[in-house]
């Protein structure tokens, strides 16, 4: 399994609104398909400068990349697999 920074979609719907707000996620690869994405964006941190240069360089990769929808990695999404499922694969 690979994994990557990529920007991702999120929408949120209330009663009279919606509102859409995108984040530098790590998302996961199985195959070269994405498989799985952290449910909130990752914050850039490290234990020196040099750790906090490349985690800014990966992340200015991602905005080169098409952008992702946090709705296709949920329950009927085109990249949803089921957690059991998930976990056999991996075993």
């Known amino acids: 399994m690979t994994w990557n920074h990529r920007i991702i979609r999120k929408e949120y719907?209330?009663?009279n609104y919606i509102e859409?707000?995108?984040?530098?996620h790590e998302t996961y690869y199985r195959?070269?398909?994405?498989d799985a994405c952290t449910m909130n964006p990752v914050a850039v941190a490290g234990d020196n400068i040099k750790d906090l240069k490349q985690t800014l360089r990966w992340m200015r990769k991602a905005l080169r990349q098409p952008v992702l929808d946090y709705a296709d990695f949920e329950e009927g999404g085109k990249y949803?697999?089921?957690q059991?499922?998930?976990q056999e694969s991996d075993a």
């Open 13 to 15: 719907k209330g009663a």
């Open 20 to 24: 859409i707000q995108y984040g530098i």
């Open 31 to 34: 195959d070269g398909v994405p």
């Open 80 to 82: 949803y697999r089921k």
């Open 84 to 86: 059991e499922a998930k």
